[in-house]
């Protein structure tokens, strides 16, 4: 059996908004947030839903690989930043495309979520449930930030990625002897340091509840936290995948890592002492869209010609929860 992505998509909002406009809002340089995260613009909504995003980015994914939306049985979308409640967005992505035979729903692991979401849909196919899946990174993060803070408002942007996964009985050999597979998969949690990167959505209220809590609906993050746990964690999870999938960082064509900061990635291309021309990174003028990144990067490589038959790919996400993973895959 092999488990293999056979389309992929992207939606970014059209308005860019440039570190120098961003010098307008708060008291920051283009100097400062390009030496700090590699960060030149990013792309803010002006209507775009996580779920119009997602239905944009899904319709491409689907037309490269040649299917229908009737034809889909699972749409899973990861994110953290949903316009609605109820109904989630998958269903709302579900209604949009016309994807009338899918199950559907949301998962939110943060900027892991792309990953975690994957990893779900190939669970799902490896147990012979479903035959493929709808899978998708969607963020409006621009309304959860606090557009007069600016240790937090320069970092992030808006956009969709989505991979279409499919099942087939046969296994697929490249012509460099590799198996297209999902090798394997790694995925964690440390939920004691939730708070060094949160966001709240609303307090407990009703009507027995006679004093009103006040919260700040706006990110809320320890920079240098995040930073710390992300240059100690994604190593480790990668070397733990490699070491499961019983290969080396040579065995590794690309490393597509979430794309929070380039010091982030530069600092885990050293620990794993691994080229740093393996390392893709587009959030120079995109940012930081936290699940959505490593599907929008994805599809821009494979778009690009940039991803041949058999070459393997490990990608990494992590953040709030805090939560972390990597997956190795042939593609
Ligand atoms: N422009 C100018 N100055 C700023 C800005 C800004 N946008 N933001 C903060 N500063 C100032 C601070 O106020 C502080 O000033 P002070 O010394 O007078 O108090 C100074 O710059 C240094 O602030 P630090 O927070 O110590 O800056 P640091 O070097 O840690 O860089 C950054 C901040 C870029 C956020 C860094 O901590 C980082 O990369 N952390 C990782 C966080 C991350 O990537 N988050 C993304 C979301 S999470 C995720 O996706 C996993």
Redesign the pocket.
Known sequence: MTIKITGTGSALPEKKVTNFDLQEL????DE??RE??GIAERRISTGDTVATLSAKACSKALEMAGKTAEEVDLILVATCSPEMLLPCCACQVQDIIGASNAAAFDLNAA?SGFLFALNTAYVYMQAGIYKNALVIGSEVLSKLVDWSD??TC??FGDGAGAAFVEASAEDIFRDNGRKVSMECMVQGSDGTKGMV?SCAERSVDNAFIAEKQTISPYIQ?N??E??KF?TRQVPACIHEALDKAGITVEDVDMFVL?Q??V??IESVAKRLKADISKFPMNLDKIG?M?SATIPVLLDELNRGGRIQGGDRIVMSG???GLTYGATVIVW
């Open positions: 708060v008291e920051t340089s400062w947030i700090r995260t900027c600016r240790g320069v970092l990167l993050m920079g240098q995040v930073y992300a979430h929070a900061n010091r982030i930081n936290s992590f953040g709030a």
